[in-house]
């Protein structure tokens, strides 16, 4: 099978600065970044400690899965990254935006190794361990499963080449964080369960596609940590 090739031609500046957590606080694109974006203040944990933690499958519960938030820079301005899933694809999830992500492998020692291993096998790039900022507090389905969004910063967009899985993957786009950090972008569903209120869960829109459900809650977690909301 044929694999789409996306390929984001590089332009290399000399005024192009990696981004960091320190470089997040200096930028002006979010309404007021703080220093929560620093590892040290994750609600989660920091890579280090994943591995050897509860977020280690030596210790995990029966079911884990990973996803990648993925932070970049879309010339030199913050963004996060998101996958369209392919409408081919089984399930009640076909056709939403998500991050890459997905179970765990017998092969993953554990959560960070999932998530990196998933965004190999549906963007065909290769995110180092010490791209890694972190782990935020896991989240849980409605079937059940943890899911451990795990933090990480693939740098420049134009320096990456992707290969996506067409079986998974329909397109990849970004949201800048200073769209994401705009309250007029952002909003909440009400749902309910039976005759009576159930839940409600964020919602970021007014971009090229709408971000909700677990995506959306994975987001605005991040966001806090990111951002003073």
Avoid at 58 to 84: I, N, Q, Y
């Amino acid at each position: 099978m044929l694999t789409k090739r996306v390929l984001i031609r590089k332009r290399r500046r000399k005024d192009v600065t990696p981004l960091t957590p320190s470089l997040l606080l200096e930028t002006g694109n979010c309404s007021k970044l703080s220093s929560s974006c620093c590892l040290r203040n994750f609600q989660g944990e920091s890579r280090e400690s994943a591995e050897r933690s509860h977020f280690d499958f030596g210790k995990k519960p029966a079911r884990w899965a990973s996803v990648l938030v993925c932070l970049c820079s879309v010339e030199d301005e913050p963004a996060f990254l998101f996958t369209l899933r392919s409408s081919t694809l089984q399930g009640r999830h076909k056709g939403d935006v998500s991050f890459a992500g997905g179970k765990s492998d017998p092969i993953d020692k554990n959560v960070v190794d999932t998530a990196l291993r998933e965004a190999r096998e549906e963007l065909g790039i290769n995110v180092g361990a010490e791209q890694v900022w972190g782990v935020l507090k896991p989240l849980r389905d409605m079937t059940g499963m943890m899911i451990a969004p795990v933090l990480a910063n693939l740098g420049p967009l134009e320096e990456l080449s992707f290969k996506p899985n067409p079986g998974e993957v329909e397109e990849i786009f970004t949201l800048s964080l200073a769209h994401l950090c705009n309250p007029v972008n952002r909003g909440y569903t009400h749902f309910r369960t039976g005759d009576k209120y159930g839940y409600t869960l964020p919602v970021f829109r007014n971009g090229k596609h709408r971000v909700w459900g677990l995506t959306a809650v994975a987001l605005e977690q991040t966001l806090k940590v990111v951002c003073q909301q």
